[in-house]
């Protein structure tokens, strides 16, 4: 099944309609690839689905019966050549994230290489707090817990990679740092999800930490973030003499 965009909300990887195929459909949501590649899950009301024209029927054509060519001496067929090392021409990558019991919240990432080659990475970042200045804004401690497990996940990556040439190679076309970048991006959205849920309801979530003498920071992390972040803010702590910075996420809510 085929849909188009009608309202992309706050999600920066699809677009107003351009059409999409349907990997797989909830009742609230779809799954599809988005304009990065990555196999994500949407809301339903985001999209129009395709009508697609019914085939019109065959039309039986009779064909006269050529004579038969005269037979050729048989041949043994061709042995195939299977190539000693599979080549990967497409990853399949899925990421995900769900809030615990304790206010933790999980992110999970998929890697899908080649003949059940698969790299899981799971990991625990952020804990989500109530703000004292509305019911309706979150604020998330741990992003420095995130950039690590973050960091740490891109160097499994490139070793699990690595460690597997024998096994497969991965097609030249495949960057490997553009889906380092598109991993990043796929966990901020599920991250922003989160916080469309009953339990942890919010229309603003706001996160923050020293990008100046700062042993966790990641550049990948950090320019994702704020790609979908709706106001940044940057100044001198003067307790520590650091540069402080403020990230503050709308979340769109469905209804």
Known sequence: MKITCKNKGANKLISVDAEYEVINESETRYTILNDSGVQKNYAKKLFDVVEEDEPEPAVRQ????????????????????????????????????????????????????????????????????????????????????????????????????????????????????????????????????????DRYRAGIVTLSTNVTNNANLSNIVINSLEKIAQNTVQVLNRNSNNEIKHWLLTVETEE
Do not use: K
Not at 81 to 100: H, M, Q, R
Not at 109 to 138: A, E, P
């Open 62 to 197: 009779v064909r006269e019966r050529a004579p038969r060519a005269p037979r050729q001496p048989r041949q043994a067929p061709p042995v195939p050549v299977e190539p000693v090392i599979p080549v990967v021409n497409e990853l399949t990558i899925t990421t995900s994230a769900g809030a615990s019991d304790n206010r933790n919240i999980i992110f999970t990432i998929n890697v899908d290489f080649i003949n059940n080659f698969r790299l899981n990475n799971t990991f625990n970042s952020f804990i989500i707090n109530n703000s004292n200045i509305s019911c309706g804004i979150r604020e998330c401690d741990g992003l420095n817990g995130f950039m690590n497990n973050f960091t740490d996940f891109v160097q499994q990556f490139r070793n699990y990679i690595r460690n597997h040439n024998n096994d497969f190679r991965l097609n030249p076309d495949i960057n490997i740092e553009e889906t380092i970048n598109e991993i990043a991006d796929g966990l901020w959205q599920d991250f922003v999800s989160i916080f469309d849920a």
